[in-house]
């Protein structure tokens, strides 16, 4: 769906057959990193999708406004806004402030990134909590060139999002049940990610650096404010320590 349109050169002209068979081994290969985000995302965007089919909006809209939007937390913040009628000028600065932390990550990502086109401008696009921590953590293999590994990431999560989103909306038309407490699986699911990188004894330096920084954080500024202030302390001291963290 989406790939055709990303594979053109900066020229326009769209590449040829090899480049996409890259693009496909590419994604093969992103494929086993991107497993536990499919299972961490299945009921967050299964309750995501029958939230929106209650106000109203049909699979396909549903399906589309992941595709478009892409922030899981911000969506999902923004359903009760929508069914209250909201302020277009409030769900700016409110998404603006949640979504804050992408300014960190794409910073994270410069130098991993560098080197991506023609795909960067999809990768930008795209980046989230999971992709960004995929990005960060999962290695492209040895023979292949780590633009075609992290567009696979970057793709394979765009549209587990979507799919699932359109598939809640589906059986919340169908079946009814309760929701309660059901988006605790995305915390769940950064726990997965941060045992997956503590069990790497290089990366538990950063790691410690993060609970030390998010707690002091949380002490200091509030359970409301603390996670521009310790994103902002934690990019500082990841590129003052790049060379030994």
């Known amino acids: 769906m989406a790939v055709p349109f990303l594979l053109l050169r900066e020229g326009g002209k769209v590449n040829d057959k090899v480049e996409m068979k890259e693009v496909l081994r590419g994604i093969k290969a992103a494929f086993p990193s991107t497993v536990p985000i499919f299972f961490g995302w299945i009921f967050v965007a299964l309750t995501y999708g029958v939230l929106m089919e ?4 049909s699979p396909l ?3 589309l406004f992941s595709l478009i939007c892409f922030c899981g ?16 000028v409030q769900m700016f ?25 023609p795909f960067k401008p999809f990768l930008i696009y795209a980046l ?21 590994f992290y567009f696979g990431l970057t793709f394979l999560t765009y ?13 919340g038309a169908v079946i009814t049940f309760d929701t309660t407490g059901l988006d605790f699986a995305l915390n769940a699911l950064f726990i997965v990610l941060f045992l997956q990188q503590w069990k790497d004894k290089k990366n538990r330096p950063a790691c410690l650096i ?14 409301t404010v603390f996670l521009i202030p310790a994103l902002g302390a934690m990019l500082l001291i990841f590129w003052l320590g790049r060379d030994k963290l």
């Open 159 to 171: 549209l587990y999002w979507a799919g699932l989103t359109g598939l809640g909306s589906v059986l």
């Open 210 to 223: 993060g609970i030390a920084v998010t707690l002091a954080s949380l002490l200091i500024f509030g359970k």
């Open 93 to 117: 600065i409110m998404s603006y402030f949640v979504n804050f932390r992408h300014t960190f990550y794409g910073v994270a990502l410069l130098e991993k990134y560098k080197d991506t086109k």
């Open 61 to 63: 809209w549903t399906m």
């Open 73 to 88: 937390g911000m969506q999902i913040a923004a359903v009760p806004m929508m069914a209250a009628g909201f302020d277009p």
């Open 54 to 57: 209650q106000l109203g909006y």
């Open 128 to 148: 989230a909590d999971e992709p960004f921590s995929l990005a960060v953590s999962a290695k492209p293999p040895e023979d292949m060139q780590p633009r075609y």
